[in-house]
């Protein structure tokens, strides 16, 4: 998916929700997507504790573990739902597929954006993985 429209985000991000996207289609692009969608649609408190159990649920609906080396990330998934309601909060209502956009065109469009925040040993670590350790390097932005 392109995520060109908010109908191409909101459908990824409900079959996610629903288990029913294909693996290869979950991608750096479709984990903020579906962080975006569910924070305009939930809001932020409901998205940051309604997210973990969706992804971990989704991760093994495709085959995946959640344990402390692979699967589910508490850190990160904390950490992107964060930046993914800075861009929201600065967006001031645009369009999904706008603020996706934006999103990803800034550092979070590359996979690598959180070691700005973390070192690796701290991020992958299984402490990272099983709850929220905050960033060593850096503070996240606020809005």
């Known amino acids: 998916m392109n995520f060109e429209t908010n109908e191409e ?3 990824a ?5 629903a288990c029913m996207l294909p693996k290869a289609a979950w991608t750096h692009a479709a ?3 579906a ?3 569910l924070l305009r ?3 932020e408190a409901a998205a940051r504790t309604e997210m973990p159990g969706l ?6 609906s495709v085959g995946g573990r959640n344990t402390d080396t692979e699967g589910y990330h508490e850190t990160i998934t904390q950490a992107s739902l964060h930046m993914a309601a800075r861009a929201l909060e600065a967006a001031e209502g645009a369009p999904l597929s ?3 956009a ?3 065109a800034g550092p979070c469009g590359r996979p690598d954006w959180i070691f700005a925040y973390w070192s690796r040993d701290v991020l992958l670590s299984p402490e990272a993985r099983r709850g929220w350790i905050p960033p060593d390097l850096a503070q996240l932005p606020e809005a």
Not at 55 to 60: D, P, S, V, W
Request: no cysteine.
């Open 102 to 104: 934006a999103l990803l």
């Open 13 to 17: 991000a409900r079959a996610m929700m």
């Open 9 to 11: 985000i909101e459908a």
């Open 35 to 37: 962080a975006l969608w």
């Open 55 to 60: 992804i971990r649920a989704y991760n093994e």
């Open 98 to 100: 706008e603020v996706l």
């Open 31 to 33: 984990h903020f997507a």
């Open 41 to 43: 649609d939930r809001g």
